[in-house]
T-cell receptor, first 115, second 110 residues
Framework: DTAVSQTPKYLVTQMGNDKSIKCEQNLGHDTMYWYKQDSKKFLKIMFSYNNKELIINETVPNRFSPKSPDKAHLNLHINSLELGDSAVYFC??????????????FGPGTRLTVL | GENVEQHPSTLSVQEGDSAVIKCTYSDSASNYFPWYKQELGKRPQLIIDIRSNVGEKKDQRIAVTLNKTAKHFSLHITETQPEDSAVYFCAASSTDKLIFGTGTRLQVFP
């Protein structure tokens, strides 16, 4: 009955590798997001999708590529991982397109460590 | 760009005391202001929110006030308990997204 789920919960990898994080929501929401939370706990939006269409791309390096196969899923693929990519990545979803005035529900987070 | 400033960055109180966290925002079009609580190792969870058509909202021990003229809003927690210890984030809506504050680490000592 988990509303927003992410896999994996932990990801440890070497610099230069490519990895993916998956997110699924069963709330029937139209909009999904990826956030990055760094070691200082700052929460920064990376991407948002509304019904599979990219809405926000916050000047994230093009090594990061989101993919939304349907409105219940938003995956994040990262190429050529760098040390600075180490962070906790949160997926979130909200009811209506645009999302800025709707409650956002967060997934449990994926802690990525790049060695 | 648009931003949200949050103060203080850390706050320590004795159990039973009140705690106040303040945020200011820059986008005059912002009309939705949620507050999230994040416990250690957990996800941010909404605890209360307020929209621009009201100045105050209360839910048990938690209240939020909004001053649109001054572009600031505050979270008030009364009768704090150890389980209130967490990082609290304010946020303000801006075109198509929420802008989050930098967080306040609240510690409630028994």
């Amino acid at each position: 009955d988990t509303a927003v789920s992410q896999t994996p919960k932990y990801l440890v990898t070497q610099m230069g590798n490519d990895k993916s994080i998956k997110c699924e929501q069963n709330l029937g929401h139209d909009t999904m997001y990826w956030y990055k939370q760094d070691s200082k706990k700052f929460l920064k939006i990376m991407f948002s999708y509304n019904n599979k269409e990219l809405i926000i791309n916050e000047t994230v390096p093009n090594r990061f590529s989101p993919k939304s196969p349907d409105k219940a899923h938003l995956n994040l693929h990262i190429n050529s991982l760098e040390l600075g990519d180490s962070a906790v990545y949160f997926c979130a979803s909200s009811q209506v397109g645009g999302g800025n005035t709707d409650t956002q529900y967060f997934g449990p987070g994926t802690r990525l460590t790049v060695l | 760009g648009e931003n949200v400033e949050q103060h203080p960055s850390t706050l320590s109180v004795q159990e039973g005391d009140s705690a106040v966290i303040k945020c200011t925002y820059s986008d005059s079009a912002s009309n939705y202001f949620p507050w999230y609580k994040q416990e250690l190792g957990k996800r941010p969870q909404l605890i209360i929110d307020i929209r621009s058509n009201v100045g105050e909202k209360k839910d048990q021990r938690i209240a939020v006030t909004l001053n649109k003229t001054a572009k600031h809003f505050s979270l008030h927690i009364t009768e704090t308990q150890p389980e209130d210890s967490a990082v609290y984030f304010c946020a303000a809506s801006s075109t198509d997204k929420l802008i989050f504050g930098t967080g306040t680490r609240l510690q409630v000592f028994p």
